[in-house]
Nanobody, 119 residues
Framework: QVQLVESGGGSVQAGGSLRLSCTAS????????????LAWHRQAPGKQREMVAT????????NYADSVKGRFTISRDNAKNTVYLQMNSQKPEDTAVYYC????????WGQGTQVTVSS
């Protein structure tokens, strides 16, 4: 199994920036993390979890939800078993708990990291 730990969240004003990190560990992470396409998901209060960014195994392909395109950048460092989300020009509607996982969410979900953007 793979354990995921997200960090880097916080409170910012609109227009600000945050960089999220997610590190994998556990018995299966060495065989799973570097061969998997990864994603950042978020869940706002009262809403369903949504996927906001994906990155392919070696980082050559990245896709974004329309709501974050041009503002967020996903990246990964397979040597560190870590995936990142750089969030710029943040908006109040970005307020949510952010999680990393595969695109299909096949691993156990971590605790997430709270991002709060005030206007």
């Amino acid at each position: 199994q793979v354990q995921l730990v997200e960090s880097g969240g916080g409170s910012v004003q609109a227009g600000g920036s945050l960089r999220l990190s997610c590190t994998a560990s556990g018995p299966a992470y060495k065989s799973s993390f570097s061969i998997s396409a990864l994603a950042w998901h978020r869940q706002a209060p009262g809403k369903q979890r949504e996927m906001v960014a994906t990155i392919s195994r070696f980082g050559s392909t990245r896709n974004y939800a329309d709501s974050v395109k041009g503002r967020f950048t996903i990246s990964r460092d397979n040597a560190k078993n870590t995936v990142y989300l750089q969030m710029n020009s943040q908006k109040p509607e970005d307020t949510a708990v952010y999680y990393c996982n595969t695109a299909g969410g096949i691993w156990s979900w971590g605790q997430g990291t709270q991002v709060t953007v005030s206007s």
